[in-house]
């Protein structure tokens, strides 16, 4: 997967966790101001059922899917990265990204890989070039 992939990638991902926690906290808040919640002190303990209660229910749920396909696609990414760096003769970025990714430290691993990461494949191909121009006889 090239690095121009793996941006389009994380940049959607981005958007989309966005966008649902945006869709998510709306509805909520929307809920919240039209008392479609039934509250005994500080606890829900049920839903007035009406038309904008199913309405607000259905935006929470298409929210959630959004932000859980946006980690989706975050971890798509983060291995479309460890991939592409893994075909670097230097694996110092491979270990970098693999460790801060594994130690939760994910979305600043990508974000540095995106700022200033190389680009793997490149590599590869212009060293799969070398190799097939110095195969070929003169």
Do not use: C, H
């Not at 929210?63 to 696609?73: D, P, V």
């Amino acid at each position: 997967m090239s690095k121009a992939t793996v941006t389009k990638l994380f940049i959607g991902r981005t958007l989309a966790v966005i966008a649902g926690a945006i869709l998510a906290i709306a509805a909520v808040w929307i809920a919240i101001a039209n008392d479609v919640f039934v509250m005994n002190g500080p606890d829900i303990v049920g839903l007035r059922g009406s038309g904008l209660a199913a309405t607000m229910l259905g935006l929470g749920i298409v929210g959630g899917l959004a932000i859980a396909g946006g980690l989706i696609a975050g971890l798509v990414s983060w291995i479309g990265a460890l991939l592409n760096t893994w075909q670097r003769e230097n694996k110092g970025w491979f270990v970098g990204l693999l460790l801060l990714g594994i130690f939760n430290f994910g979305l600043v691993a990508m974000i540095a890989y995106l700022v200033g990461g190389p680009d793997g494949t490149a590599e590869a191909a212009i060293r799969r070039a070398r190799t097939a121009a110095q195969a070929t006889p003169a």
